[in-house]
C-alpha cells in the first residue's frame, strides 16, 4: 500500500477563507483533507483491509503475465538476473508487508 500527502490551499468553513490544508491518500485514492490551522477535517470511510486484499490479489493475478511478458522483451536479461531476484524476493515482501502494515495502522484509527 503505498500513502501519501499534498498540501493544497482550500477554502475552510470554520476558517472562512482560503487556508493550507493536508490531503491524505491511499493508492491514489483520496482518504483525508484536514485545514491546518483550525484543525477541523473530513475522513472518507473506507475498508483498509478491502484495499489491502484486493492489492494483493492484483498483485499475486497478475504476476504470471507479468513474467511472461518480461522474457519474452529479453530472455537473456530475464535468465541472468532471476537468481539474484528469487533470493532478494522474501526480504522485498517482507518490507511491502512492514510498509503496508505502517499504512494501515495510520489510517485504521
Excluded: W
Excluded at 482550500?10 to 477563507?17: A, D, K, R, S, V
Excluded at 536479461?77 to 526480504?91: D, H, N, Q, T
Amino acid at each position: 500500500m503505498k500513502s501519501s500527502e499534498m498540501n493544497a490551499d482550500l477554502y475552510c468553513i470554520t476558517c472562512n477563507g482560503e487556508t493550507p490544508h493536508i490531503i491524505s491518500y491511499v493508492n491514489g485514492n483520496l482518504e483525508s483533507v484536514k485545514c491546518e490551522e483550525c484543525e477541523r477535517g473530513m475522513k472518507i470511510q473506507r475498508d483498509i483491509m478491502k484495499e489491502f486484499y484486493k492489492e494483493v490479489y492484483d498483485r499475486i493475478s497478475t504476476k504470471p503475465s507479468r513474467i511472461t511478458t518480461e522474457y519474452k522483451e529479453d530472455l537473456s536479461g530475464f535468465l541472468y538476473k532471476l537468481p539474484v531476484r528469487v533470493i532478494s524476493k522474501p526480504y522485498r515482501m517482507i518490507s511491502d508487508l512492514n510498509h503496508s502494515r505502517k499504512v494501515i495502522k495510520q489510517f485504521k484509527r
